[in-house]
């Protein structure tokens, strides 16, 4: 890979190692044991701690700021990790937990002021379109082989990190190191999946087995059946689908977390499609040509406008009459309530809370009731293509914080993803970054309480699962135009298709005024001229022409067969 990522294990002129003071070695073996289990043996660790105090030395006694959305994981770097850092440094390190939006906001205040707001940010990698194009973030392969290379840790052993390819720019730099990532999967009740009386009722009704759905027909076939044909068990009513309709900023995520891709929009092409990718944007090398289909984009095509019909559709027909008044953060505990057969749009964010002892979804043992799986793809989705969403929140350092305060936070950062405290933090929060973290020991203990995130993890399926990629170049800009047009098809003010037509021509406005102020330079947008449709149609890749058929006969997968796939490498 290009930008020096590939050398910095091998990197020279790291602070000294030398005997540390009692009070510093004590501090560092009280953070040793509570830093366990870790991958590193304890003499290991034990070095590592010698290596951030003595790098932190010249920042000694400074008030450091850095902030992140408000996430278990997030929780325990604030509340443990934060402390523990400022313990051992000196530098005193605050760790504020705000909404991501407001992440998102302070980003952009101090991108468009130059004043420094916090000393490091831990934001989307979503952004990394935003960052390449705007030049304020600064690229990190860069910085840990120069001005930073004093205080970057030798062990910090990036080829470890599993979602580094997620957060590189065009040029094959690195801009974001990833803090914590989740993906966005299907989840069931895997007890009801295996009721030998609903089994064979679903069989007699859809012509075959209740299981996995590998595609939308299934997964509808299923939602109809819970909803509409069982409607009970053990006397509760029951929903086979469950989702989110209010008109709020999270409707947008719901689709910008690639919803259009699961339907089959956009191309073939990892960790995002080529040339089009699943927000429906297509580039010419690396610059934005346009999102409607008149200039060869997709955001408005037959799949995109296929996916938000089915999201209404679903979520009129079968799930909770209370979903569509929800957000995203409101419906999140619903499944743990125990009145959902299935979601298709499930983040594993939500593992730690639906593990939690005495819910209805879990069993007296502590193991789940319920399991994760890849999510099923729509009629327009061809193999090579991204299958899902992950969310990768990543640090990242601007240029306009001064220099001194840009090292101090950067020592911080590495100390929240070392293999010191990556493992810990990772059983904590639940969402891993480190190859080493995955396959270890306590993972495999873990497993079984996990309901399938581990194995997921572990299987060649996850890198089919990605975070908006280099395509998106204004993410600020353009992620609240979702939202705000799909809510009008919710609610019926527009049709899909209308809906559609209007987000994609909304993002065209915002990129052609990137194309006027030639922001992103060789990566600026420069838009397509409007051609007929049919002509894009006609062309290989998308946008695909509309279907005959959306709804071909149903395809299902034992789970059990789906871990013996994964187990032999195979995505299925």
């Not at 296929?306 to 009129?316: N, R, V």
Request: one cysteine or more.
């Amino acid at each position: 890979m290009a930008g020096g990522i590939g050398v910095l294990l091998a990197m020279a002129s790291a602070a000294p190692a030398a005997a540390l003071t009692p009070e510093q070695e004590a501090v560092a073996k009280k953070i040793i044991e509570e830093l366990q289990p870790s991958t590193l043996s304890k003499d290991e660790q034990m070095k590592e701690l010698e290596w951030f105090v003595k790098a932190a030395e010249p920042f000694k006694g400074m008030d450091i700021n850095v902030v992140s959305e408000t996430l278990t994981t997030h929780e325990f770097e604030s509340k443990t990790l934060a402390k523990l850092f400022s313990d051992l440094t000196g530098i005193k390190l605050k760790h504020d937990l705000i909404q991501e939006g407001d992440v998102i906001e302070k980003l952009q205040t101090q991108m468009q002021s130059g004043r420094n707001v916090y000393d490091a940010y831990i934001n989307d990698s979503d952004l990394i379109g935003t960052h390449v194009r705007y030049g304020q973030a600064v690229a990190l392969s860069d910085y840990m082989t120069g001005e930073g290379k004093d205080v970057t840790l030798p062990t910090l052993d990036v080829k470890d990190f599993i979602g580094t390819s997620f957060t590189t720019g065009p040029d094959g730099k690195l801009y974001q190191l990833p803090d914590q990532q989740f993906a966005n999967l299907y989840w069931f009740r895997a007890d009801w999946f295996a009721r030998p009386d609903l089994k064979e009722k679903f069989k007699a009704k859809y012509g075959y087995e209740l299981g996995v759905p590998l595609d939308w027909s299934a997964y509808e076939d299923i939602a109809e059946f819970f909803s509409n044909d069982v409607k009970e068990i053990d006397g509760v009513r029951v929903y086979g689908h469950m989702d989110y309709g209010k008109k709020d900023p999270s409707l947008g995520w719901r689709f910008t977390d690639a919803w259009l891709s699961m339907a089959g929009a956009g191309d073939k092409g990892l960790p995002n499609g080529l040339p089009v990718d699943e927000w429906g944007i297509r580039v010419e090398g690396c610059r934005p040509a346009g999102a409607s289909v008149a200039r060869g984009g997709d955001t408005n095509g037959p799949a995109a406008v296929y996916s938000l019909t089915k999201y209404i559709d679903w979520l009129k027909k079968y799930a909770p009459p209370e979903a569509g008044g929800m957000t995203f953060s409101e419906s999140g505990p619903v499944p743990a309530q125990g009145a959902v057969a299935q979601q298709i749009f499930w983040y594993t964010a939500f593992t730690a809370d639906m593990t939690k002892p005495g819910l209805p979804v879990v069993n007296a043992d502590g193991t789940p009731k319920w399991r994760m799986a890849p999510s099923p793809h729509g009629p327009y989705w061809e193999q090579g293509m991204k299958l899902g969403y992950q969310d990768v929140g990543s640090w990242t350092l601007l240029k306009s914080t001064p220099a001194e305060r840009r090292k101090a936070a950067w020592l911080y950062a590495q100390f929240t993803v070392s293999k010191t405290a990556s493992l810990k933090k990772t059983l904590v929060g639940l969402t891993p970054i480190r190859e080493s973290d995955i396959k270890s020991d306590a993972m495999t203990a873990a497993a079984p309480k996990l309901g399938g995130l581990v194995e997921f993890y572990r299987s060649p399926a996850r890198v089919a699962w990605s975070p908006t990629g280099t395509n998106v170049p204004d993410y600020p800009k353009l992620a609240p135009l979702w939202w705000q047009n799909i809510a009008e098809a919710v609610t019926g003010e527009r049709t899909p298709q209308q809906a559609m037509d209007n987000l994609a021509d909304q993002m065209e406005q915002v990129m052609a005024r990137m194309e006027r102020a030639n922001i992103g330079g060789d990566c600026a947008p420069k838009l397509n001229p409007k051609k007929d449709a049919k002509e894009w149609f006609a062309a290989p890749g998308a946008p695909k022409a509309k279907l005959d058929n959306e709804k071909p006969k149903g395809q299902t997968i034992a789970y059990d067969d789906l871990l013996k796939a994964w187990k032999e490498g195979r995505a299925q």
